[in-house]
């Protein structure tokens, strides 16, 4: 054994020392190195994973762009609810079984009994809502990537299901959360569904297409006004911070020091507030004026600017429907009934013109340099042509183009048609020239173009036929239009031949009044003016329509303005009227509704000197024109001119009774409200037609 205090024992241990103390050093420099690393040059980044531990983000809802009509009155406003908001796959801190571990974080997925006892708080309003909120939880959960984001999964809670929910939300987990939020109010109901639109949860495939800048659960517009300028009406989200436990559960008096810790919250950025041209009153007007009527549209509109003042289309599905789950069965009523209420009439639905198409055959018929419009052309009741019949309402006797549009002869256009004045082309190039066969550029709503068939487009779909001009003279055969076209073709012909394109927002403005965008009328772009000469030919039949003794409208003349306009009565086929068809076994009777009756039109404007509105209306299956759709018009009318007077409009009169027709040309109303026509007789209807589906009667 060595003795250490001999020199030759030390002079042995010292190498041993030193190597020792050069391990220690090492050792501590490492350690001090890590440590400045950590404190020092990757303080802020673990600091920040630190924060996550307890430090959580909760993005704020912007409130949605609120809408309005021309007088500032809401047409869409946002009121204060309650939203369900499932994490699927939370983040939670767990113990380790291991002593002295320190926590660690997992994805904890929502599990199934949990899920089923939250679906036993909701109201449920069928089967069919039921499953399809438990898909949503579910699918959300087997989703790595989504489901860790909160989802709003159950809008506008009631007030039992909130309470339900907050008295169980601990022993329901650390997935379901509760929110302040808004829904979307429609204040005007059905009255201004199709124009304000409605707002519903975004699809899968809209999230795709987002590209990240929607979240699942997020609301956004579906139709009208709220889809086509959704960019400006759902404004910014916002952040807000705060502290919560192991279990991501808010604490309720965090310390200071994890408050300090927290990021600042961002204030959401409300969306944009849109101020739109329709009059409210006079929307409410037009909804009066289609009272009893099952199905049908109308359209006002400034001349002048295109500025759109009414716009309806009857029936419409009040939009605050949408902001609730439906049960299926009233969703089925709604896809089965014959009057379609998901269409809006005014734009996504083209019919046969009829009558109202003639001013543009008179126009085609003006620009051919050998037509005389003071010639005058015998109507006997029909013409034969290709071995057919082609029909008019009634003898007219001699007529020229005035007299024509004023009595609506059929029989004057089928001529121009025979003679080849009236060629398919020449109309299609002024029916162009009028803003139809093309989208007006409004935007709204998916709108169709409507149909103007050349030779070219009939011989390629084989409909080429001798009697094709005919039925196109009088706005039949393969001509349609829809109502806000017709609007428009009245609005140029009442401004002086220009050709306006229709809008229906005025100005957008932030929550603060500041003006972002205004709206300038414009002139549609390509297409030349018309003749003034021309055009106030057709004027002044116009007037004649409804203010001359044999005018088709003289019968819903306005004693206080002079209106200026033409009849429509567009045939949908070809059906024997002495006939009624049989009804199938399912079928129900609807009163007030014959699928056997014309489409009936009227459009016009007014003052006639003057024009401050135009307004076209179609009731579907109303039969006449002057009988169903021209006192809708000359109501709307009426109202109008009677504001702009600051007035109370002319008490509307009232209606003839339902398959009473108006009183023929020339002959007077009487006071009781049924006409003097002829009596009929069957045996010589005129409005029985012969042939194939286009051999019409047209008034």
């Not at 890590?34 to 993005?59: K, S, W």
């Not at 009439?345 to 083209?350: F, K, L, P, S, V």
């Not at 042939?691 to 008034?699: A, F, H, L, M």
Request: with cysteine; glycine share 8%.
């Amino acid at each position: 054994m060595s003795n250490i205090h001999k020199p030759e024992d030390l002079r042995n241990l010292k190498p041993r020392l030193q190597a020792m103390v050069v391990v220690v050093m090492v050792a501590f420099t490492v350690l001090l190195g890590r440590l400045c690393q950590l404190q020092v040059l990757d303080g802020d980044h673990y600091a920040r994973r630190a924060e996550r531990n307890f430090v959580d983000e909760v993005v704020v809802e912007a409130p949605r762009g609120r809408i309005f009509d021309a007088r500032s009155r809401p047409l869409a406003t946002n009121r204060p609810a309650y939203t369900l908001y499932i994490t699927p796959r939370p983040r939670v801190m767990e113990e380790s079984d291991e002593p002295g571990a320190p926590r660690a974080g997992t994805r904890v997925p929502i599990d199934d009994d949990s899920i089923d006892e939250l679906a036993g708080l909701i109201d449920f309003v069928d089967d069919d809502d039921h499953a399809q909120f438990l898909d949503k939880i579910r699918s959300r959960r087997d989703d790595k990537v989504n489901g860790i984001y909160s989802t709003a999964i159950r809008s506008n809670l009631s007030w039992d299901e909130y309470a339900q929910i907050t008295a169980r939300e601990s022993s329901l987990g650390h997935w379901v959360e509760i929110r302040e939020s808004a829904r979307r109010f429609y204040p005007r109901g059905a009255l201004t569904a199709f124009v304000t639109g409605y707002v519903g949860e975004i699809t899968p495939e809209g999230l795709e297409k987002a590209r990240g800048s929607y979240r699942p659960g997020d609301r956004v517009g579906k139709t009208g006004i709220e889809r086509q300028w959704e960019n400006y009406l759902r404004g910014r989200l916002g952040k807000r911070s705060r502290v919560v436990d192991a279990r991501r559960r808010a604490v309720a008096d965090p310390p200071p020091g994890a408050l300090a810790a927290l990021p600042p919250d961002e204030d959401p950025i409300p969306g944009q507030d849109i101020y739109l041209t329709l009059d409210l009153d006079l929307q409410r007007a037009a909804q009066v004026a289609f009272e009893g009527v099952h199905a049908g549209a109308v359209v006002a509109l400034e001349p002048d600017t295109g500025k759109i003042l009414a716009m309806l289309s009857i029936p419409a599905i009040d939009p605050n429907h949408w902001q609730q789950p439906i049960p299926r069965e009233r969703y089925q009523e709604w896809v089965t009934s014959p009057f379609k209420p998901f269409i809006d009439r005014t734009i996504q639905e083209h019919f046969f013109p009829g009558s109202t198409y003639k001013v543009v055959s008179a126009l085609a018929a003006l620009s051919d340099p050998t037509f005389d419009p003071e010639r005058e052309i015998p109507c006997e009741r029909f013409v034969r042509y290709g071995g057919r019949k082609f029909k008019c309402t009634h003898k007219h006797g001699p007529v020229d183009l005035h007299q024509a549009l004023v009595q609506s002869c059929n029989v004057y256009f089928y001529t121009l048609a025979m003679e080849e004045i009236l060629t398919l082309d020449r109309m299609e190039t002024f029916a162009r020239r009028l803003g139809l066969g093309e989208r007006t550029g409004l935007g709204l709503n998916s709108e169709v173009k409507g149909r103007i068939p050349t030779e070219a487009f009939e011989a390629r779909e084989g409909t080429y036929q001798r009697g094709v001009r005919l039925n196109s003279a009088i706005g039949q055969g393969n001509v349609t239009a829809t109502v806000l076209q017709i609007a428009v073709l009245y609005g140029a012909l009442a401004n002086g031949g220009h050709v306006m394109t229709p809008y229906l927002v005025d100005r957008i403005e932030t929550h603060d009044r500041k003006l972002v965008f205004k709206s300038d009328p414009q002139q549609r772009s390509g297409l030349e003016p018309l003749s003034s000469f021309d055009r106030n030919r057709i004027h002044s039949a116009l007037i004649g329509v409804v203010n001359d003794e044999v005018g088709t409208a003289n019968s819903e003349r306005l004693e206080t303005v002079m209106v200026a306009g033409k009849t429509g009565t567009a045939q949908v086929a070809a059906l024997d009227r002495r006939r009624k068809r049989k009804k199938k076994d399912d079928e129900l009777e609807i009163e007030g509704w014959d699928t056997t009756k014309d489409h009936a039109w009227f459009a016009g404007y007014a003052p006639a000197n003057n024009p401050k509105i135009a307004v076209a209306a179609l009731v579907e299956h109303g039969g006449v024109g002057a009988d169903a759709a021209a006192p809708i018009v000359m109501h709307v009318i009426d109202t109008y001119l009677a504001s702009l007077e600051q007035q109370k409009p002319d008490q509307a009169r009232p209606r003839r009774p339902a398959g009473v027709p108006p009183p023929l040309p020339g002959q007077r109303r009487p006071n009781d409200g049924v006409s003097n026509r002829p009596e009929y007789d069957e045996d010589n209807d005129p409005a029985v037609p012969t042939g194939d589906k286009n051999g019409e009667e047209q008034r």
